[in-house]
C-alpha cells in the first residue's frame, strides 16, 4: 500500500535507454523518487509514492507531450 504508477505508453518507449533514462531524469526533477521500474518495447511503468503519483503524471506529460507539440524555432 502506498504505492502508485504511472505507465508511459508508446513506440519504441522501453527499448531505448536514452528515453527510459530521461523519463528518469525528469521524475528527479519534479522531486519524485521512482521505487521501481518496469519496461517493455511499447511500455514503461514507474512506481513511486502514490501521493506523487499526480506530480508524475504532470512532469512527465510536459516533457513527452507537450514539448514534442511546442513548435520548434530555428
Do not use: N, Y
Not at 523519463?23 to 526533477?29: D, F, G, L
Not at 512506481?47 to 506523487?52: A, D, K, Y
Request: include cysteine.
Amino acid at each position: 500500500e502506498g504505492v502508485g504508477s504511472v505507465s508511459v505508453v508508446g513506440d519504441g518507449i522501453g527499448a531505448e535507454a536514452s528515453k527510459l533514462e530521461r523519463a528518469r531524469q525528469v521524475a528527479h526533477e519534479a522531486g519524485v523518487a521512482i521505487m521501481a521500474m518496469s519496461a517493455s518495447p511499447l511500455r514503461v511503468t514507474f512506481f513511486c509514492r502514490e501521493e506523487l503519483v499526480d506530480q508524475l503524471v504532470r512532469a512527465l506529460h510536459r516533457e513527452l507531450i507537450e514539448r514534442q507539440r511546442a513548435p520548434h524555432h530555428t
